[in-house]
């Protein structure tokens, strides 16, 4: 079982190398599926797809878990679910269990600019065919198809209050991830150090001040999305009007 072991020198990730265009060409096409056949996805008919894919990211992440325990990595200060991925893909199990608004209201902008930042680029040390390399990609993606899912074909669109609801949650969380971080000597939300692979954090000042530039994005970037999310609704909805 190499590829659940631990790593070498045949599993070591490189960003844009031909693994990681791979999986970027199936997270477009399987994104470019949902919007297409987003009319089909409609209904019930896809409860069971639903709930299936919730239990396989509940089995991805116990696996996960086991993983860092089985190879002595486990450590308190990084091995939580406490990262915002992680956190969307805790939202995604209670969402596709219970379908649920204000639960996509708190998951959809985290998805949608967190996970898809993480998946263009990855803090990621194993390549394929490893295990983490599976997990950490699934997961990414999931949560992604996940919140298109119930915005193309469930109707679900974020307002300005999902907005609102996000930016309180997550300045909520903040001071506890802050403790926790100095309390298990952790990088949650990497509040104390960027991570060592390259990522658009590079790009937002020295500690502590990207912090306060992640903050400051955080709003723009989510004040856009819903903008266009939101005409994007009305343009759909006259449409509909029209077809009916």
């Given at each position: 079982?190499?590829?659940?072991?631990?790593?070498?020198?045949?599993?070591?990730?490189?960003?844009?190398?031909?693994?990681?265009?791979?999986?970027l060409?199936?997270?477009?096409?399987?994104?470019?599926?949902?919007?297409?056949?987003?009319?089909?996805?409609?209904?019930?008919?896809?409860?069971?797809?639903?709930?299936?894919?919730?239990?396989?990211?509940?089995?991805f992440?116990?696996?996960?878990?086991?993983?860092?325990?089985?190879?002595?990595?486990?450590?308190?200060?990084?091995?939580?679910?406490?990262?915002?991925?992680?956190?969307?893909?805790?939202?995604?199990?209670?969402?596709?269990?219970?379908?649920?608004?204000?639960?996509?209201?708190?998951?959809?902008?985290?998805?949608?600019?967190?996970?898809?930042?993480?998946?263009?680029?990855?803090?990621?040390?194993?390549?394929?065919?490893?295990?983490?390399?599976?997990?950490?990609?699934?997961?990414?993606?999931?949560?992604?198809?996940?919140?298109?899912?119930?915005?193309?074909?469930?109707?679900?669109?974020?307002?300005?209050?999902?907005v609102?609801?996000?930016?309180?949650?997550?300045?909520?969380?903040?001071?506890?991830?802050?403790?926790?971080?100095?309390?298990?000597?952790?990088?949650?939300?990497?509040?104390?150090?960027?991570?060592?692979?390259?990522?658009?954090?590079?790009?937002?000042?020295?500690?502590?001040?990207?912090?306060?530039?992640?903050?400051?994005?955080?709003?723009?970037?989510?004040?856009?999305?819903?903008?266009?999310?939101?005409?994007?609704?009305?343009?759909?909805?006259g449409?509909?009007?029209?077809?009916?």
């Amino acid at each position: 079982m190499e590829w659940f072991g631990r790593s070498n020198q045949s599993f070591v990730f490189e960003m844009f190398s031909a693994s990681h265009l791979i999986v970027l060409a199936i997270f477009i096409f399987v994104s470019a599926v949902l919007f297409l056949y987003r009319k089909k996805l409609k209904g019930n008919k896809w409860r069971k797809t639903e709930v299936a894919v919730c239990f396989s990211l509940i089995l991805f992440e116990v696996m996960n878990q086991t993983w860092m325990y089985m190879n002595g990595v486990w450590k308190l200060g990084r091995s939580l679910p406490l990262e915002l991925c992680n956190l969307a893909l805790i939202l995604s199990i209670i969402l596709l269990l219970t379908r649920k608004k204000p639960i996509f209201e708190l998951l959809f902008f985290i998805a949608i600019l967190g996970a898809t930042q993480a998946i263009l680029t990855p803090a990621l040390t194993y390549d394929f065919p490893h295990f983490r390399f599976f997990h950490f990609f699934y997961a990414h993606m999931m949560v992604v198809w996940v919140s298109l899912y119930f915005t193309w074909a469930k109707g679900f669109y974020p307002t300005f209050q999902s907005v609102l609801k996000l930016l309180v949650f997550i300045n909520l969380l903040l001071p506890v991830i802050l403790f926790i971080n100095k309390a298990a000597d952790g990088n949650y939300w990497f509040l104390r150090h960027k991570p060592q692979s390259p990522s658009l954090l590079d790009l937002l000042g020295p500690y502590p001040w990207y912090i306060f530039s992640l903050e400051s994005l955080l709003v723009i970037f989510t004040m856009v999305t819903w903008r266009v999310l939101r005409k994007w609704e009305k343009w759909n909805r006259g449409r509909s009007y029209a077809d009916y």
